[in-house]
């Protein structure tokens, strides 16, 4: 046992003395937020939540950054700028999980469409987790120095919020940071993390596809250029990307989740759209895969005739988000020293996505990523023996709900560990 990591594992012990009492209304802010979700760039009413728990707490607080995201810095002496992010946005998704704290919410989208709005992606337990170690630092301010930044971010979904603040001026109106922290909860047991150096999540390109025919009578389709037909062979072909031009070393994942034409059966339509999502772990292999994507597209419209080719425009762009290797280590050592061996655990790059990595890469200093189990750990033992973990309830899934306990404990202990990690060195070298 080396002595820095000796004194990172009790140096979080007096930050973590309040968290039992503060859990029972840490639970009644994680089920407020849930039951009143907000889309991407709108999340103003949770915004403002997190505002009045900061300034609470005795936070330096800035509101408005990138639209709705937050920024609470709490000064504590001389020492590193630690940065911890939550992200704030839900889903358009009808949730279904029965919960008494469920969303019956409905907004707005940017089209103009009435949608159901739900967290079923586990934002709202990332702001809870946040909000309770903000609270947690503040309350035991002679246990560590430096300077805690809570970023608070909006639209991660949409994958903007993270370059929002940045060009909203995140990089020149706030200390820079010696890290930048974040998390996320998963499928998995609850209590447990889980993490990895290098690539942790995946970047993603998702794309809209316009291809063009020309309608007709159904009962007459030579007079047509059928979309629905290019659109199907398009779709077909698309599958063949990573199974034939991927090597078996490598990793992609392409999937069509959007394929719309027509409104009539008796109507041969004019155009069909496709929307595709793109996975990769791999600059090279992203480049060739929408190269591939372009090429079959426009293959498939000329092979059609159709009169016009495609078009092709890009809907958003996550970066592969990398840790940082020495960051990660002294994060890793720190959850080994705190929590039991079992519960810390090595995963493998996750193919969902994040904006995250923005921050530690345009700002130029280290980033770490990692994943909270939020699945009671009976459920997900029970579904690995059976082999059926892939019948478990994912993110963005109408049925996703985190178990509370002991979701959010875990969460709120993994980013104060993670954070003494640098407060608690500074605090050791300081003179008695």
């Given at each position: 046992?080396?002595?820095?990591?000796?004194?990172?594992?009790?140096?979080?012990?007096?930050?973590?003395?309040?968290?039992?009492?503060?859990?029972?209304?840490?639970?009644?802010?994680?089920?407020?937020?849930?039951?009143?979700?907000?889309?991407?760039?709108?999340?103003?009413?949770?915004?403002?939540?997190?505002?009045?728990?900061?300034?609470?707490?005795?936070?330096?607080?800035?509101t408005g950054i990138g639209k709705t995201g937050v920024v609470g810095l709490l000064r504590n002496g001389d020492g590193p700028t630690v940065m911890l992010r939550a992200?704030?946005?839900?889903?358009?998704?009808?949730?279904?999980?029965?919960?008494?704290?469920?969303?019956?919410?409905?907004?707005?989208?940017?089209?103009?469409?009435?949608?159901?709005?739900?967290?079923?992606?586990?934002?709202?337990?990332?702001?809870?987790?946040?909000?309770?170690?903000?609270?947690?630092?503040?309350?035991?301010?002679?246990?560590?120095?430096?300077?805690?930044?809570?970023?608070?971010?909006?639209?991660?979904?949409?994958?903007?919020?993270?370059?929002?603040?940045?060009?909203?001026?995140?990089?020149?109106?706030?200390?820079?940071?010696?890290?930048?922290?974040?998390?996320?909860?998963?499928?998995?047991?609850?209590?447990?993390?889980?993490?990895?150096?290098?690539?942790?999540?995946?970047?993603?390109?998702?794309?809209?596809?316009?291809?063009?025919?020309?309608?007709?009578?159904?009962?007459?389709?030579?007079?047509?250029?059928?979309?629905?037909?290019?659109?199907?062979?398009?779709?077909?072909?698309?599958?063949?990307?990573?199974?034939?031009?991927?090597?078996?070393?490598?990793?992609?994942?392409?999937?069509?989740?959007?394929l719309q034409a027509g409104t009539k059966e008796n109507v041969i339509p004019d155009e069909a759209i496709i929307k595709l999502n793109v996975r990769t772990f791999d600059e090279g292999v992203r480049k060739r895969v929408l190269a591939a994507i372009e090429r079959i597209v426009?293959?498939?419209?000329?092979?059609?005739?159709?009169?016009?080719?495609?078009?092709?425009?890009?809907?958003?762009?996550?970066?592969?988000?990398?840790?940082?290797?020495?960051?990660?280590?002294?994060?890793?050592?720190?959850?080994?020293?705190?929590?039991?061996?079992?519960?810390?655990?090595?995963?493998?790059?996750?193919?969902?996505?994040?904006?995250?990595?923005?921050?530690?890469?345009?700002?130029?200093?280290?980033?770490?990523?990692?994943?909270?189990?939020?699945?009671?750990?009976?459920?997900?033992?029970?579904?690995?023996?059976?082999?059926?973990?892939?019948?478990?309830?994912?993110?963005?899934?109408?049925?996703?709900?985190?178990?509370?306990?002991?979701?959010?404990?875990?969460?709120?202990?993994?980013?104060?560990?993670?954070?003494?990690?640098?407060?608690?060195?500074?605090?050791?070298?300081?003179?008695?």
């Amino acid at each position: 046992m080396s002595t820095t990591t000796a004194t990172t594992a009790t140096a979080a012990e007096p930050v973590l003395q309040h968290l039992d009492r503060l859990l029972p209304d840490l639970e009644a802010f994680y089920k407020d937020v849930h039951a009143h979700p907000e889309l991407s760039m709108q999340e103003t009413r949770t915004a403002e939540r997190v505002a009045e728990r900061l300034r609470a707490a005795g936070y330096e607080v800035t509101t408005g950054i990138g639209k709705t995201g937050v920024v609470g810095l709490l000064r504590n002496g001389d020492g590193p700028t630690v940065m911890l992010r939550a992200d704030m946005d839900a889903l358009p998704v009808e949730e279904a999980t029965g919960l008494d704290y469920a969303s019956k919410e409905t907004a707005k989208d940017r089209e103009g469409n009435t949608v159901p709005v739900g967290h079923m992606c586990g934002h709202d337990m990332h702001v809870a987790w946040l909000v309770g170690a903000t609270a947690l630092f503040a309350q035991a301010k002679p246990a560590w120095r430096g300077t805690l930044m809570a970023v608070f971010q909006p639209g991660e979904e949409t994958a903007e919020g993270a370059q929002a603040m940045i060009d909203d001026g995140l990089f020149t109106r706030f200390p820079k940071p010696a890290v930048v922290l974040g998390q996320h909860v998963m499928v998995g047991p609850a209590g447990a993390v889980a993490g990895r150096t290098g690539a942790i999540t995946s970047a993603a390109d998702s794309l809209q596809i316009r291809l063009f025919g020309r309608g007709a009578h159904g009962s007459m389709p030579q007079a047509s250029i059928d979309p629905v037909v290019m659109a199907a062979a398009t779709v077909m072909r698309l599958q063949t990307v990573v199974s034939r031009e991927v090597a078996a070393a490598e990793a992609a994942v392409v999937t069509v989740g959007a394929l719309q034409a027509g409104t009539k059966e008796n109507v041969i339509p004019d155009e069909a759209i496709i929307k595709l999502n793109v996975r990769t772990f791999d600059e090279g292999v992203r480049k060739r895969v929408l190269a591939a994507i372009e090429r079959i597209v426009n293959a498939e419209a000329a092979a059609s005739g159709a009169p016009r080719p495609p078009e092709i425009t890009t809907l958003d762009h996550y970066p592969l988000n990398v840790n940082d290797v020495e960051a990660s280590k002294r994060v890793v050592e720190a959850f080994r020293r705190h929590f039991p061996a079992e519960r810390v655990r090595q995963t493998g790059p996750a193919p969902a996505s994040e904006d995250f990595g923005s921050f530690g890469t345009e700002w130029h200093v280290p980033s770490v990523f990692w994943f909270v189990g939020g699945t009671d750990p009976e459920v997900y033992a029970a579904a690995m023996k059976a082999g059926r973990l892939n019948e478990l309830p994912v993110n963005h899934s109408p049925l996703f709900a985190p178990v509370i306990h002991p979701t959010l404990r875990t969460g709120v202990e993994s980013l104060v560990v993670a954070a003494q990690a640098w407060f608690s060195e500074q605090l050791q070298q300081a003179p008695a």
